[in-house]
């Protein structure tokens, strides 16, 4: 009877202490298991087409925690709030269905750190001294939301988690997967360079939360090249905000309607006739898609108004 009061005073005290981003929740799918097979040699680098792509919204990382916000085009157009609770927010980096985190690559060392730099600007990131086209890898399961030449940062990745948080891969000479592509913890999506706004060979690494970007040292450990710990705790003052007219070190403007859109008629869209009794919850099992999915496509707030007969958009 004891232990069990001690287990119920350990979990109240981790609630008060801020809020815990439920990655199923919020992810609505989880990461592939399925190993795939990526090049170990950087002479093999190219665009890599075994990666499943999506295809739905519901199966983008954290749709609905990111307010229904996926932009292919921009690292950060539009402002988001952040989930605080009592000024903390938490999050778990690694659940038992996902991949180990991997680091991103092999480098030489720490050429510049998060923060100040000495000519003024701010370092929205950490550069990585590599060799000339080390093959880059992704740090957790998740979906490559951005993968395109911008601005300062020249080729550039952007990969959303499960659990909301985004990973930037930038200065890259080649990249090998595109927007929409799910790919694992491990997985090859380009390799280093000096593209952008750098003399040097760098890997510049950025961790975001909601578009915004704070200390890739409070994820990692740089000398040990893992993870410092598996809950991530962030208060407002982690975060660097800044209005969305200044980019950010980025070099290029936002742009606008560059919103990926899955929900427009391209003439592949799928339908059902309801039968006697069906349920809604039975068709989405059925389309393998959601409820939800269901209810915005046919622009539907009740889930139990339907009726025999009536043709519902279920793709």
């Given amino acids: 009877?004891?232990?069990?009061?001690?287990?119920?005073?350990?979990?109240?005290?981790?609630?008060?202490?801020?809020?815990?981003?439920?990655?199923?929740?919020?992810?609505?799918?989880?990461?592939?298991?399925?190993?795939?097979?990526?090049?170990?040699?950087?002479?093999q680098l190219i665009l890599n087409t075994t990666y499943p792509s999506i295809s739905e919204t519901y199966q983008i990382p954290a749709y609905s925690l990111y307010d229904r916000y996926w932009d292919v085009q921009n690292l950060r157009s539009r402002t988001l709030d952040i989930p605080f609770a009592n000024d903390r927010l938490m999050l778990l980096l690694v659940q038992d269905v996902n991949h180990n985190f991997v680091f991103p690559c092999t480098y030489n060392e720490l050429a510049q750190p998060y923060g100040p730099t000495k000519k003024g600007d701010f370092h929205p990131g950490v550069d990585l001294s590599v060799d000339y086209q080390t093959l880059v890898k992704n740090c957790f399961d998740g979906v490559v939301r951005m993968a395109k030449t911008y601005g300062d940062y020249g080729l550039l990745v952007v990969i959303r988690h499960y659990n909301g948080l985004e990973t930037v891969y930038a200065h890259l000479d080649k990249i090998c997967v595109k927007p929409g592509q799910m790919v694992n913890a491990g997985d090859v999506i380009g390799q280093t360079g000096r593209s952008g706004n750098v003399k040097e060979c760098v890997l510049h690494f950025e961790t975001r939360f909601m578009n915004e970007p704070f200390d890739p040292a409070l994820v990692i450990d740089f000398d040990e090249e893992d993870l410092l710990r598996n809950t991530l705790s962030l208060t407002p003052e982690d975060f660097r905000i800044v209005p969305i007219d200044e980019t950010a070190a980025s070099g290029a403007a936002p742009q606008t309607g560059t919103v990926?859109?899955?929900?427009?008629?391209?003439?592949?869209?799928?339908?059902?006739?309801?039968?006697?009794?069906?349920?809604?919850?039975?068709i989405a099992q059925e389309h393998h898609t959601t409820m939800d999915r269901i209810l915005k496509l046919n622009n539907l707030e009740n889930p139990d108004k339907i009726t025999e007969g009536q043709k519902l958009r279920v793709k």
């Fill in 1 to 43: 009877m004891k232990r069990l009061w001690v287990i119920l005073f350990c979990l109240c005290s981790f609630s008060l202490t801020g809020q815990t981003v439920d990655v199923t929740e919020y992810s609505q799918n989880i990461a592939l298991k399925d190993t795939v097979i990526v090049p170990t040699d950087s002479t």
């Fill in 260 to 282: 990926l859109d899955f929900d427009s008629d391209n003439g592949n869209s799928q339908y059902h006739i309801v039968k006697k009794g069906e349920t809604l919850y039975r």
